[in-house]
């Protein structure tokens, strides 16, 4: 039989609290969903770098909720996130789908206090309840595309939630 190879978080690449670096190389992120966030890549905590003509394609991907393409998030993590873009490299996000922030979905924490909940209802840990930061950088050239992708989340004046990219800080 057939089995189902859809992941809950990250179809095809779930990084937490680590690092990539690609170094004059391409990654391609293609076709990949997740049941609900994610449907490319979910990055929760950690650094990625494009250096020396790194290219990055995310496309056609779809996650149930959020992040068609790549979802960020810091609220259950140890580390910040760092996103860095060289002058001669590219990250392109391209034809991916979900509810919300389709090609890009970014979500940090911003509030310290002794008792936080995630907006699931679920309390999160006083260790992880501070600031984490979320820097994408893109030098001098450098290129970030987020184009043609749909949300399916429409509110009441009619527009999309974040096609292609929404930030929130909760």
Do not use: W
Request: hydrophobic residues 35%; aromatic residues 8%; neutral net charge.
């Amino acid at each position: 039989g057939q089995s189902d190879k859809r992941q809950y978080f990250g179809g095809s690449i779930f990084m937490m609290d680590s690092s990539i670096v690609i170094d004059n190389s391409e990654l391609i992120i293609e076709k990949s969903s997740s049941t609900y966030m994610g449907g490319g890549m979910y990055m929760l905590g950690g650094s990625m770098t494009l250096q020396n003509h790194a290219k990055v394609h995310i496309t056609k991907n779809n996650a149930y909720s959020m992040g068609g393409g790549m979802m960020i998030d810091t609220i259950e993590s140890q580390k910040n996130v760092v996103i860095s873009i060289d002058s001669q490299s590219s990250f392109e996000l391209d034809e991916n789908s979900c509810t919300f922030g389709s090609g890009m979905y970014i979500v940090g924490l911003s509030y310290i206090g002794p008792k936080l909940t995630n907006g699931y209802g679920r309390v999160l840990p006083s260790k992880i309840a501070r600031n984490r930061k979320i820097d994408v950088n893109i030098h001098n050239g450098g290129i970030l595309n987020i184009h043609h992708n749909s949300a399916k989340m429409y509110l009441a004046s009619g527009l999309p939630m974040g096609v292609g990219l929404l930030v929130q800080f909760s």
